[in-house]
């Protein structure tokens, strides 16, 4: 079983559309959680972190964790075509040999069509 | 800030030879440096990690004589592909992390497309 798994889509949603994407995990050190958005051909950038449980708004995207559930989603509304990218999640734990170390689900593809 | 480059944007070379990729922290100090390859809609796979002066830590399965690691400096690492083959082919990214940074973060360079013939 990977350490974290994320569905890689691909995803199809029309401009305007609240788009729901999800992460599961199965190690229960991580603390930190990210959100990343990779355009074709480039690096990721980082969208938003969450430390520990909880959500986190920032304009239209929300992350959640439930660390009990050892799940996290990220929410986008209104989506827009400049959205369209490939959207990773990441986790971190604060302990142990593991600090720093980012673990990353798979990517899931999103298109936002106008 | 946090501006982390990455050269070559892109390399094709021939069977056998070494490939030189330079990470390089544009404006802050990077104790700790990440190396990533990440094949077509597949996620980024951790090669090693290096911190700036000693020997970098390599990922269960990661030839370290294949693919060595420099980190000179607070703000240069160095991936070095050597004897190049087909099947290493792949995106290599590299990350940089402050060293203030409490919980991780790393910033992304923009990548370096490596094709093998």
């Known amino acids: 079983q990977k350490e974290v798994e994320q569905d890689p889509g691909p995803l199809s949603v029309p401009e305007g559309a609240i788009v729901s994407l999800n992460c599961t995990y199965s190690?229960?050190?991580?603390?930190?959680f990210m959100w990343y958005r990779q355009y074709s051909r480039k690096g990721p950038e980082l969208l938003m972190y969450?430390?520990?449980?909880g959500n986190k708004e920032d304009g239209r995207f929300t992350a959640q964790v439930d660390k009990s559930s050892k799940y996290i989603s990220l929410f986008i509304r209104d989506s827009q075509p400049s959205d369209s990218a490939t959207y990773l999640c990441?986790?971190?734990?604060?302990?142990?040999?593991?600090?720093?170390?980012?673990?990353f689900g798979r990517g899931t593809q999103l298109t936002v069509w106008p | 800030g946090a501006v982390v480059s990455q050269h070559p944007s892109w390399v094709i070379c021939k069977s056998g030879t070494s490939v030189k990729i330079e990470c390089r922290s544009l404006d802050f100090q990077a104790t700790t440096m990440f190396w990533y390859r990440q094949f077509p809609k597949q996620s980024l796979m951790l090669m090693a990690t290096?911190?700036?002066?000693?020997?970098?830590?390599?990922e269960q399965g990661v030839e370290k004589d294949k693919f060595l690691i420099n980190h000179a400096s607070l703000t240069l690492s160095t991936l070095t592909v050597t004897s190049a083959h087909p099947e290493d082919s792949s995106f290599y990214i590299c990350s940089a992390r402050p060293g203030l940074a409490g919980w991780g973060e790393q910033f992304f360079g923009p990548g370096t497309r490596l094709t093998v013939l």
């Open positions: 990441a986790m971190s734990a604060n302990r142990g040999s593991t600090l720093g170390r980012l673990y």
């Open positions: 190690n229960s050190a991580f603390q930190y």
């Open positions: 290096s911190n700036e002066g000693s020997k970098a830590t390599y």
């Open positions: 969450t430390y520990s449980s």
